[in-house]
Structure formats: structure tokens, C-alpha cells
């Protein structure tokens, strides 16, 4: 019976996991969805670093409604970004893309994360060494 | 009169802290009593200029510059009184009177049982306060009198006390953001009792190492410190989100702001230090670590200091510009080449600490714990200074924004709420895998029944849900632990449930304490998850009398109205607010004009429900019409209680810990503390 119970446990817990992998799994961004998320990342070139979306400005007003029309005619986020960074220059963008110039900034965090994770093995890695 | 009892307060703190220093350093060298007086000077300089302060803002002295620049005859009492801390000269008076404040309970608690320690740690806190009231006395003097006005600005000021001042009709009155919310009061020194508070482990563990006892007694004489320190740190940040969300009206709370960031991250470095230091307590280990990180969390309120007020960063918080940056800057160097070159000469007694025997146990969720909370802390500043520096060195302007740091936080809080599941549900030393996993079983069907319930709901968004599903697991976790000791209690005593859990609670309140904290930052979580996650937004425009729509909501625009007080004018639109045949009720956002001041405020109309917080803010308005942004905040009062509770499980845990703490210094006090192990 406690076998036949843990079983059961057991599938519905994977049952339900299943479930939840399916959610994530089935995230598609709606165009309002792509809209906000692209909000975020285009600076408002008029208010000292706030985003388009944040902005209440009629600049940043003007952008965002642009976008939305980019959205609605099918171009990619990426598009979307590279024609906003050919006119503003690489500065217009908040998200930051790791590449040549931002270097630092992404490696930065992974190399904490390297010497921290080799730290926290290490002090057990000593004691088999000890041992 | 106003200006000439600031100087003189400001004046015998100097002195205060001068003598603190050298009779502390009397007292460490073996004499006793020596503090006493230099604490009772430095504590009476520091009120005294804070009340000059006070007097000047609530009597209108317009001979003084802070006062012409901050306040104006019209202003509110409460927020005549909280401009004493809205501009950056008052926010370092508040510093020194906290710091001071901290000062006086350290020394009770040294007056009790005097040791090298204790006095060494006032020493210290002597030397951080020499540096504020000095600050005061000459780049940040608040009582600067005034000798050229334009219009109600002052533009030139001579610190001397006795010097001919022009005095001004009225003044400019606070900055409008500053006067627009009773928030703006509480905020700050609350932020500050927790900024400041971190101090005090700080200098405990600099006369620790100073004197060569590394050992555990300095963080565990603190620890009641730490937690309090902790709790108001928490509590401001959350009031600070508050406020932003009520009062800047841009329709949220959280934006990586440079400042925003620079109150988290000794949040962070307070987090790890707290849940590192329970290893020394209970295991010996991370005796080094403990000192990196109070140094750090030390170091990082000076370096917020100098984000916030020295005007490095365009930001809605850098209201002011000034040549307080340098210094700042300097102090820290300072800080960090001291304590750091003090921890490298101990480095031979900061022992070899007693090793991890496995990954899988407590110690090692810890490890995880901090592991990822210093990776967050990476974040967060490498992100905040990236900018500066690339402005700094190459002239060029380069974005750090919010789809940056939600790259890296959001795993890295899904990860953090994972452990913060498992940890505490596992056992010292070694944890079989079996044990873990009878453990977490239940909750963990619990939490994905959660998670499954709301993607059958018709939820498809995958960081939401997978936090709100990691939330429900700390949550659920927290409830089977305390039942599976209270049902083993029950049946031990032959009682009933309810008075064992009670019992269980009772036995290891500080452990329960945590475990609130972490119930707090679970809802926390959900909450954030729900309003920044699953937000959604739109922007209408309405004639009177015209109706919207928007997430399953009708609004309708009844009439634009105006009022006007002697220190503002108010226009703004009343929008009655239903869904389906039930009326919601009224909201009224606005847009606020101060007088002196060219920029308008909004303050947005929030109607909050349990569902969620439907958010009105004006975009524009005149006689025919209004635009609004609408927005849709679900959960958002979770982020509020969540905060909340986790501040209370924070300030719980430190109130029943006192008495175990006193037990514990008498005994430290009486036995000489060596190294751990």
C-alpha cells in the first residue's frame, strides 16, 4: 500500500511537472509583450537614460508607437534594434549586448561566478586532498 | 541664532569624536572608563545640530542657504520637517545623528562588560564619525549663511557664523517631488537607520582584526545589530519602491536605478554576511569570508553615499551636484585600502577554517546562498558602474538598463529562492540524499500543483511562472518543516498540535525568524512576479462623460477638477471605475504645480484590489480631454506585504536573540577568544 501510494506520488508529481515544463514551453510573446519588452530596451534619447517605455515623453511616445508599426508589419526584434541603432548610434541601447565594447561588463559577473564556484569546491576539495 | 547653534553642535561632535577616538584608544591599551564623557559629546553635538536644523527650517530663517534652497514659508509642517534630510547637507546631519545614535548604544552595551574589543569598535565608529561631522563643518555645511540670492536661490553662501547674511522674502521650497508624499518623511531615516546600522558589525570586526581576534565574538556580539541593520535596510528599500510607485507615477517601483541600486547592494552584501556568519557560528568555517563581506557591505554604503549624492549619475535621486563626490571617493579608498591591507596582515591568524565534509548539507546551501548573492552583487555593481566608467575614460555614452540586470536577477532569484527552499530542510555536515528528498517531496508536488493550476488557467509565461512555482516551493517547504517537528512533538509530549508548533517556534526563534524573513521574500517574489512579470499597460484618451476599457475593466472620465492651496496647484481627473455591473469606485490622478518650482508632478490613481492594482496616471490634460496611461499591476500588494514580513521576520529574529546574545558575551568576556575550531 505505502508502495503502491509512493508510486503514485511519484506520477503525479511528474505529471505535474510535465505541466509546468508545457507553460514555459508554450511562452510566445504577444506583439504587446514584444512591444514592452522592446520599450525596455531602447533608450529615450531626450530623458537622461530612461527607456521609451518609462518615458512619458512625447519623444519617447513617438518612438514607441513607431515600434509598435514595425511590430505590426512582421520585422524581427533584431530588425528592430539595428534600425533604431543605425540612427541613435550603439548608444540608444539598454539591454547592453555583450560584444567587443561591453566586454567587461558581461565577464565580469561570469568571473565571479567561476572564482566563487572554484572557491566553494576548493574548500572541499582541500579536505580530500587532506585526507 | 539658528545658524550659530548648528556650527556649535556641529563643532563639539568634532570634538566628541576627536576624544572618543583617543580615549578608546586609552581604553583598548587597558585603561577603563575612559569613553564616557567624549560619547556623551559627541551624542549631544550631533542633536543639537540636528534640532539647529530643525529650528532653522521650522522658523523660516531665510539668512540660511539650506534652508532658502529646501523650504519655503508655505511648505507643510511634515515636510518643513523631512527637508531637514530631502537635500544633501541635511542627509549627512541625519547620518551623523544615527551614527551617533548607534554610537551611545554600543558604548551601553561596552559600559556593561568593557573589553579591547568594544572599545577598539568605538574607536572606529569615533573615526567614521570624525569623518561625517568634518564633512559637515566644511564641503557639506548645512548652516552656511547666505550672501547672494537670485530671486528665491541662494548662490552664494560663507560658512562663517557671525558673517553679514542677506535674508530672503520666502524661499524656493522643496524639490516637488520631495513635498508630494507623506512617504518622503519616513523613507529616508529609516533607509538611514539601516545604512548606518551596518557600521557597527563593521567596526566590531576592524577592532577584531586590529587586535588579532579574528575568532567569531565580534559577529556574534553583533549579530542582533547585523539583523536589526538588516531589517530597517529592507523595510526602506521597500518604502523607497513605494514612494516611487505612488509619487513619480512613470507606473512602476523598481527600475535599476543607479540608486535604487546603490541601497540594494549592501542589502545584498547584509544578506550574505547574515546567513555566512551563521556558518562560523555554528561550524568555524568562512572566518575570512565573514570579514570580506562586512567590509564590503561597509564599504558599499559609502560608495551608495556617493551614487546618491554627489551627482556622478543623472538620476532622479541626484538632486544635487556638488564637490562632495571627491571626498566621498577619497573616504572609500580609504576604507578599502585600510581594512583590506589591516585584513592582509592578519591574514596568519584569519585560521584555515574547518573544511566542508559535503556539499549536500546545510553548510553547503549556505555556500550556494552566498555563492549567488555575490554573483548579484556583481551584477549590480558592474552594471551601475559600467556607465561611469565608460563616460569616464572614453568620453562615450553607454546604457545599463533594466533588460541587463533582469538578465542575470531573474535566474539568479529563482536559484536563490531554490536553495532558500532546500537549505534550511537540510540537515549539518552531511545530508543523505534520501533524507533531502523525503523532505522536500511533498512541498515540491505542492509547488508544481501550484504552477500546473496556473498554466491550466492559461498562465505561458516562463519566468513568472517558474518563480511564482520556486515561491510557492520556500513557502510550502517552510509549512511541511514546522509540521514535521510539530507532529513528532505532539506525539512525544501528548499534546496538541497547535501548542507544539508554538513550542517549536518557541525553541529556536531566531531560526523561525528567518524562516518568516523568508516567507516574506517568497511573497516577495510572487508579487514581483505578478506586477513586473505579467504587467500590461495601454494609453487612452477621454472626453468627459467617455468611457474605456482595459483589462476587463471600464473607466469612465466623469470631469477634470483644479484645487489650489497656498503651496500648489492641483488639476487632475476623476475617473469612476467598474467592472461589469459592480462600480469600483473613484480615482483621482493628478498633476501637481508647486509654487517656485517649474516641474509638475504627477501622482497616479491607484485602485487596488486583490487581483491586482488598476494604475492611472496623466499623460496630458486640458479642457476637452485627458490621456492616461493605464496600467495593469497584478499582485501588486504582495510586493508590499512580502517586503514587509520579511523586514518583521528580520527585526523578530533580533529581538529573541538579545538575551541569547548577552549570554554569550559575558561568556566570550570571560574567556579569552582565540581562533575558531
Known amino acids: 500500500m505505502a508502495d503502491f501510494r509512493r508510486r503514485t506520488g511519484g506520477l503525479v508529481t511528474v505529471v505535474l511537472l510535465a505541466v509546468v515544463v508545457f507553460g514555459v514551453i508554450a511562452d510566445h510573446p504577444t506583439p504587446d509583450e514584444r512591444l514592452a519588452s522592446l520599450g525596455d530596451r531602447i533608450a529615450c534619447p531626450v530623458c537622461d537614460g530612461a527607456s521609451i517605455a518609462d518615458s512619458p515623453s512625447t519623444y519617447a511616445r513617438d518612438m514607441l508607437s513607431l515600434v509598435e508599426e514595425q511590430i505590426a508589419q512582421g520585422w524581427s526584434d533584431e530588425e528592430i534594434m539595428t534600425y533604431f541603432e543605425a540612427r541613435y548610434t550603439d548608444a540608444i541601447r539598454l539591454d547592453a549586448p555583450a560584444d567587443s565594447s561591453r566586454l567587461l561588463l558581461w565577464l565580469a559577473p561570469l568571473g565571479v561566478a567561476g572564482a566563487g564556484a572554484y572557491l566553494a569546491l576548493g574548500t572541499r576539495r582541500r579536505e580530500h586532498g587532506d585526507a | ?677
Open chain 2, 1 to 677: 541664532m539658528n545658524a550659530a547653534l548648528g556650527e556649535l553642535g556641529i563643532l563639539s561632535a568634532l570634538v566628541g569624536a576627536t576624544w572618543l577616538v583617543v580615549a578608546a584608544r586609552g581604553e583598548v591599551k587597558g585603561a577603563v572608563g575612559r569613553v564616557a564623557r567624549p560619547v556623551v559629546v559627541l551624542v549631544g553635538g550631533a542633536a543639537v545640530t540636528m534640532l539647529a536644523l530643525q529650528l532653522a527650517l521650522l522658523a523660516d530663517d531665510f539668512s540660511i542657504a539650506y534652508v532658502i534652497n529646501n523650504s519655503r514659508s508655505t511648505t507643510p509642517l511634515v515636510f518643513k520637517v523631512s527637508s531637514a534630510w530631502a537635500a544633501l547637507e541635511g542627509s549627512i546631519v541625519l547620518w551623523g545623528l544615527v551614527l551617533a545614535g548607534f554610537t551611545l548604544m554600543v558604548f551601553r552595551q561596552h559600559r556593561r562588560n568593557p573589553d579591547p574589543l568594544g572599545a577598539g569598535a568605538l574607536m572606529v565608529l569615533g573615526g567614521v564619525a570624525l569623518f561625517f561631522f568634518g564633512m559637515m563643518a566644511t564641503i557639506a555645511n548645512p548652516f552656511e549663511l547666505c550672501t547672494q540670492a537670485i530671486g528665491a536661490s541662494c548662490v552664494d553662501s560663507t560658512p562663517v557664523p557671525w558673517a553679514d547674511a542677506i535674508v530672503v522674502a520666502d524661499g524656493r521650497g522643496p524639490n516637488p517631488l520631495l513635498q508630494n508624499h507623506l512617504l518622503m518623511a519616513i523613507h529616508p531615516p529609516v533607509l538611514y537607520v539601516g545604512y548606518v546600522g551596518l557600521t557597527v558589525p563593521f567596526a566590531f570586526a576592524i577592532s577584531a582584526l586590529a587586535l588579532a581576534q579574528p575568532g567569531i565574538a565580534w559577529a556574534r556580539r553583533t549579530k542582533a545589530w547585523t539583523l536589526a541593520a538588516w531589517s530597517f535596510l529592507t523595510v526602506g528599500i521597500l518604502l523607497g519602491g513605494w514612494w516611487s510607485y505612488e509619487v513619480l507615477g512613470w507606473g512602476g517601483y523598481w527600475a535599476w536605478d543607479p540608486v535604487e541600486n546603490a541601497s540594494f547592494l549592501p542589502w545584498l552584501a547584509a544578506t550574505a554576511f547574515i546567513h555566512s556568519s551563521f556558518v562560523q557560528m555554528r561550524r568555524g568555517m568562512l572566518q575570512a569570508w565573514n570579514f570580506v563581506l562586512i567590509i564590503g557591505a561597509f564599504s558599499l554604503t559609502i560608495l551608495g553615499t556617493f551614487l546618491t549624492r554627489s551627482g556622478a549619475i543623472a538620476s532622479v535621486h541626484s538632486f544635487t551636484q556638488s564637490s562632495i563626490g571627491p571626498v566621498l571617493l577619497g573616504f572609500l579608498a580609504l576604507v578599502l585600502i585600510g581594512s583590506f591591507g589591516l585584513f592582509a596582515r592578519r591574514a596568519h591568524v584569519v585560521a584555515q577554517s574547518p573544511r566542508l565534509e559535503s556539499l549536500m548539507s546545510r553548510e553547503g546551501a549556505f555556500l550556494a546562498n552566498n555563492l549567488l548573492l555575490t554573483v548579484f552583487g556583481a551584477v549590480v555593481l558592474i552594471g551601475t558602474l559600467f556607465p561611469l566608467f565608460v563616460e569616464a575614460f572614453t568620453g562615450d555614452t553607454v546604457g545599463v538598463g533594466r533588460p541587463f540586470f533582469d538578465r542575470f536577477a531573474v535566474p539568479l532569484s529563482f536559484a536563490l529562492l531554490l536553495a532558500m527552499g532546500t537549505g534550511p530542510l537540510m540537515p549539518y555536515r552531511i545530508a543523505r540524499a534520501s533524507i533531502v528528498w523525503e523532505r522536500i517531496r511533498v512541498p515540491l508536488r505542492l509547488a508544481l500543483g501550484v504552477g500546473a493550476a496556473l498554466v491550466i488557467l492559461g498562465l505561458r509565461e516562463a519566468w513568472p511562472l517558474l518563480s511564482i512555482v520556486a515561491a510557492s516551493y520556500v513557502i510550502a517547504a517552510i509549512g511541511a518543516h514546522l509540521l514535521r517537528l510539530s507532529r513528532a512533538g505532539a506525539t512525544k509530549r501528548d499534546e496538541s498540535l497547535g501548542s507544539s508548533a508554538l513550542r517549536v517556534i518557541r525553541s529556536d526563534a531566531g531560526f523561525w525568524g528567518g524562516q518568516l524573513s523568508h516567507i516574506g521574500v517568497a511573497v516577495l517574489a510572487i508579487g514581483i512576479a505578478g506586477s513586473s512579470g505579467l504587467a500590461s499597460t495601454h494609453t487612452v484618451s477621454l472626453e468627459p462623460g467617455q468611457r474605456g476599457e482595459f483589462a476587463g475593466y471600464e473607466f469612465t472620465y466623469v470631469r477634470p477638477f483644479t484645487s489650489q492651496d497656498d503651496h500648489r496647484v492641483v488639476t487632475g481627473a476623476s475617473i469612476e471605475v467598474a467592472r461589469g455591473e459592480t462600480g469600483l469606485g473613484i480615482v483621482r490622478p493628478r498633476v501637481n504645480e508647486f509654487q517656485g518650482q517649474a516641474q509638475a508632478v504627477p501622482t497616479p490613481g491607484v485602485l487596488s484590489r486583490v487581483s491586482g492594482d488598476l494604475y492611472f496616471t496623466i499623460i496630458a490634460i486640458d479642457g476637452t480631454g485627458v490621456t492616461l496611461d493605464v496600467w495593469w499591476f497584478p499582485l501588486q500588494w504582495m510586493v508590499w506585504l512580502g517586503g514587509l514580513i520579511a523586514g518583521l521576520g528580520g527585526m523578530w529574529s533580533t529581538v529573541m536573540r538579545r538575551a541569547g546574545a548577552q549570554r554569550v558575551e559575558t561568556r566570550s568576556s570571560v574567556r579569552p577568544v582565540t581562533i575558531d575550531g
